[in-house]
């Protein structure tokens, strides 16, 4: 168990729909990564925050945004979902921003139909 | 831009090694290694940093050549727990971790 909880573990909707993926980091961890992996693919950065702050993008479509609350948790939304956002979407925490080891969590799998 | 990572497959005899490299166009501040189960999350092995430092499990080994912005993971001795996609994520200046597209091992007993 790494520590950082992720909600809801399975996700099934149709397209066009919004959802919102939740994170709960590592106690004491101030950053938090968001990835995307499609089946059997590998691992895709959407974005990263630290401390409340958006640190890094990576790759996330304008249709996704997130957020990071005072209390660490995070917020991944999801709009106008397509058949090809179906895939498996993990939160990661860390203490520090760089240079540091990872904790994911279990992850979210979504499911667009 | 995304690491290269080879080979992208192997699969190995229990008790036999491996070697899985990760190399970069990019000057490297650092690289990590994950190990990721079918099904499971990433699970950190290690950090190399630039200048010598290692964050990681003992039982992992691995090296990074800063000139040539290339890392190796070393498994030896590999028991079946070993099995699974080792991803390496490399960080350059700008601090975000770019990961490879991983290299899926197979132990057999």
């Known amino acids: 168990d790494s520590g950082v909880t992720q909600t809801p573990k399975h996700l099934i909707t149709a397209t066009g729909q919004r959802v919102t993926l939740r994170c709960s980091p590592r106690s004491g961890d101030l950053s938090v990564y968001w990835y995307q992996q499609s089946l059997d693919q590998g691992l895709q950065f959407l974005i990263q925050y630290y401390n409340g702050e958006e640190r890094a993008k990576g790759n996330i479509l304008e249709r996704f945004s997130a957020q990071q609350f005072p209390d660490l948790h995070s917020e991944l939304n999801l709009s106008s979902l397509e058949l090809g956002d179906s895939a498996l979407y993990f939160c990661a925490s860390s203490p520090q921003p760089e240079s540091y080891e990872q904790y994911f969590g279990p992850g979210t799998r979504l499911t667009v139909t | 831009q995304q690491p290269v990572q080879s080979p992208q497959a192997v699969i190995l005899r229990e008790g036999e090694d491996a070697v899985i490299n990760c190399s970069s166009s990019k000057a490297l501040y650092s690289v990590h290694w994950y190990r990721q189960k079918h099904g499971e999350a990433p699970v950190f092995l290690m950090i190399l940093l630039k200048g010598g430092e290692q964050k990681g499990h003992e039982k992992i080994s691995a090296s990074f050549n800063e000139k040539k912005q290339q890392s190796s993971l070393y498994l030896t001795a590999s028991q079946l727990s070993y099995s699974g996609t080792y991803f390496c994520?490399?960080?350059?200046?700008?601090?975000?971790?770019?990961w490879g597209a991983g290299t899926k091992l197979i132990i057999k007993p």
């Open positions: 994520g490399t960080e350059s200046s700008n601090y975000q971790l770019i």
